[in-house]
């Protein structure tokens, strides 16, 4: 059984730094990519970041410049590093691994950032 286990949320000033990390537990089959995405109250979930097996990166528009993803293809691990923190990116962040045959999603985390 395939586990998403997220850490490193937490509340945070505006212009600080947090550091989210994603651990998979569990044989995954053939990982396509791996992601952050993120929801705020009342509105839609929305793309953060997104890795795929061959390193490429995509980030959303609100977040180019400021966050990066990584992972670590051996623990099956994924990070976020965010970095100049607005309030606006108040939400909670979840992980996502993409594979061959299903997809999976973590239980999510609560990032605050205070103004």
């Known amino acids: 059984q395939v586990q998403l286990v997220e850490s490193g949320g937490g509340l945070v000033q505006a212009g600080g730094s947090l550091r989210l990390s994603c651990a998979a537990s569990?044989?995954?089959?053939?990982?396509?990519?791996m992601g952050w995405y993120r929801q705020a109250p009342e509105k839609q979930r929305e793309l953060v970041a997104v890795?795929?097996?061959?390193?490429?990166?995509n980030y959303g528009d609100s977040v180019k410049g400021r966050f990066t993803i990584s992972r670590d293809n051996a623990k099956n691990t994924v990070y976020l590093q965010m970095n100049s923190l607005k309030p606006e990116d108040t939400a909670v962040y979840y992980c996502?691994?993409?594979?061959?045959?299903?997809?999976?999603w973590g239980q999510g985390t609560q990032v605050t950032v205070s103004s």
């Open positions: 996502n691994i993409q594979a061959v045959f299903r997809e999976y």
């Open positions: 569990g044989s995954i089959f053939s990982i396509n990519a």
């Open positions: 890795i795929r097996s061959g390193g490429s990166t």
